[in-house]
């Protein structure tokens, strides 16, 4: 095995994704189950997402969600990726993890974005607009004041029981976030594994501009993306195709459908701009058989000097998907 490989965590962050046959409440029980699954198999961390009102994703409270989580497992590090601070204040998020941190001490982390909203409707709903994600770092700083008491923005407010608390926070960011995340000191947590150019130019801005703080001396580089492991290439690239067939029909139709088996996908019908899209979305990712998986890996994380990998597979074959979490804790010999 490489050193590369077996220096570096593995972590899981999963969206709640519903499935054919599976509703959303089904896809939260999932998300549980799945989080126990990790845990046994030596995953760093398993963390939650946050969508509103997008069709075919159920997690849309991840701070309850992440309670649920810790509260079904007992040493996996348990958070957000992310809370999308735009879309509250920053002083109830700090009293949520504070309330999360305190019921889980140890093994609570804040995983934070600066999204506002999917759609002009669902931000209008919140109370937000798209403006509102440039102000994420000034929310960001606010936050960090609420925990380390030194916020000045409501002198002689306090947010119990956070203040005080050490809840690690992480900036889930390319580009201009990428910026936030060092300039603030914090971790960075930056993907797809797709756009490999992207990525490097988000990580190396990131390090340059990196500050220590009081959370950070030096940078922490998490690289997300879907990875899918199985016993051959074919069976492999089928655990990508419910996910590259629900992001095509999304750009074509406006919204997501439930993952669908990936023999009716085979089956289905396109035209001809779903069949470009679909196949645009099973590029990039890192899929394949153990020793090519482990190959892409290798090259991966020399070239971004990933300290972590958050992987965020969704597949309709829940039986596949934890083969291939198996899989992968094999390549990087976790447990």
Do not use: C
Not at 6 to 20: I, N, V
Not at 133 to 140: K, M, R, S, V
Not at 226 to 244: N, S
Not at 267 to 275: D, Q
């Amino acid at each position: 095995m490489s050193s590369s490989v077996a220096a570096t965590r593995f972590s899981f962050l999963d969206r709640s994704r519903t499935r054919e046959g599976h509703d959303g409440p089904q896809a939260l029980r999932d998300t549980v189950a799945l989080a126990a699954t990790a845990e046994a198999l030596g995953y760093h961390r398993f963390w939650v997402s946050e969508h509103h009102g997008v069709p075919g994703v159920a997690g849309s409270a991840p701070t309850v969600l992440a309670a649920a989580v810790a509260a079904a497992t007992s040493t996996i590090r348990v958070g957000t990726g992310g809370v999308m601070l735009p879309n509250h204040q920053p002083f109830v998020v700090a009293e949520q993890f504070g309330v999360l941190a305190s019921l889980f001490p140890g093994r609570i982390d804040m995983g934070l974005g600066r999204s506002a909203g999917f759609t002009d409707g669902i931000r209008r709903a919140l109370g937000r607009d798209k403006q509102d994600a440039g102000a994420f770092a000034g929310q960001l700083a606010e936050l960090l004041g609420w925990l380390d008491g030194t916020q000045q923005a409501h002198p002689q407010v306090h947010a119990h029981p956070a203040e005080g608390l050490l809840v690690p926070p992480y900036v889930l960011a390319t580009g201009e976030g990428a910026v936030v995340a060092a300039e603030a000191g914090l971790p960075l947590v930056v993907g797809d594994l797709r756009g490999r150019d992207r990525l490097m130019r988000a990580v190396e801005e990131y390090r340059g501009r990196f500050r220590p703080s009081a959370w950070g001396r030096t940078p922490y580089v998490m690289v997300a993306g879907t990875v899918a492991v199985a016993a051959t290439e074919e069976e492999a690239r089928r655990l990508l195709l419910p996910e590259a067939w629900s992001m095509a029909y999304a750009r074509t139709h406006g919204s997501f459908p439930p993952l669908a088996p990936a023999e009716r996908i085979e089956a289905a019908a396109m035209t001809e701009k779903e069949r470009g899209l679909f196949e645009d979305g099973l590029r990039g990712h890192l899929a394949g058989t153990e020793d090519t998986v482990r190959a892409g890996l290798e090259e991966m994380i020399e070239e971004t000097g990933a300290d972590e990998v958050v992987v965020t597979t969704s597949t309709h074959d829940r039986e596949a998907l934890v083969d291939s979490m198996r899989r992968l804790a094999r390549i990087a010999s976790l447990g």
